[in-house]
């Protein structure tokens, strides 16, 4: 079953860039990584995903290495507003034609003014 | 669009009663999952409906059940609660089955205590 490993706790200079990075060293080939990201009290907030190819959004970067077991979220210029708790998730077979998510516990993001 | 709107925000009960959350999803989007958040386990899924059936199951025992309607609104129900189902619940909706290559959208989740 793929899973994720996140450190769990990471700290960035406000205006740097982080880079969160994610291990998932059993997916599979077709599945994809997402990442989400929680901000206290709120829930969890959709910030980009992929499958092989490096994305970008208006909120982040997400490099995945070419053998797909791993892969880094990059926020170019961390605000203040971006502290919270970062999801990688990947989605694991369950059973016969059944999926379940699998969160792992996430990695802490502060941004340090 | 509004987002998706999980009510009630808050809800206390007491030991062996039941419990019916609900959640309504951003318009057009016909799957809704469910998840138990507490700060030992993280982020659990419960169960995923797409099209008013049941697509996909966590690991929790037969006391989580739900349903979803035809407007793709989504009820979740926990019978004869536990202390340890004190817990945020949170739903979200997307617009393709399960992680089929679109994003969750999540509500703000309900926070449920038994005492």
């Known amino acids: 079953d793929a899973k994720t490993t996140q450190p769990p706790s990471m700290d960035c200079a406000e205006g740097r860039a982080a880079n969160l990075p994610c291990n998932h060293s059993?997916?599979?080939?077709?599945?994809?990584v997402y990442w989400y990201r929680q901000i206290h009290s709120q829930g969890p907030q959709y910030i980009i995903h992929?499958?092989?190819n490096n994305e970008t959004n208006e909120m982040a970067s997400l490099i995945i290495t070419e053998d797909r077991k791993s892969s880094t979220l990059i926020l170019p210029h961390a605000t203040l507003r971006d502290t919270a708790v970062y999801y990688c998730?990947?989605?694991?077979?369950?059973?016969?034609?059944?999926?379940?998510?699998?969160f792992g516990k996430g990695t802490k993001l502060s941004v340090i003014p | 669009k509004a987002g998706v709107t999980q009510t009630p925000r808050y809800l206390i009960k007491t030991r062996g009663q039941q419990v019916t959350l609900s959640c309504s999803p951003i318009?057009?989007?016909?799957?809704v999952s469910w998840y138990q958040q507490t700060p030992g386990q993280g982020l659990q899924f419960l169960f995923e409906?797409?099209?008013?059936?049941?697509?996909n199951k966590g690991n929790f025992p037969g006391r989580f059940s739900g349903r979803q309607f035809s407007n793709s609104r989504s009820e979740m129900n926990v019978s004869t609660l536990e202390l340890g189902d004190s817990a945020l619940y949170l739903c979200?909706?997307?617009?393709?089955?399960?992680?089929?290559?679109?994003?969750?959208?999540f509500g703000n989740g309900t926070r449920l205590t038994v005492t």
């Open positions: 059993t997916i599979s080939g077709n599945e994809y």
């Open positions: 998730i990947v989605r694991v077979v369950a059973g016969a034609g059944s999926y379940q998510l699998t």
């Open positions: 318009s057009g989007h016909r799957s």
């Open positions: 992929g499958l092989k």
């Open positions: 409906y797409f099209s008013e059936t049941q697509r």
């Open positions: 979200a909706s997307s617009l393709l089955e399960l992680m089929a290559g679109s994003p969750l959208h």
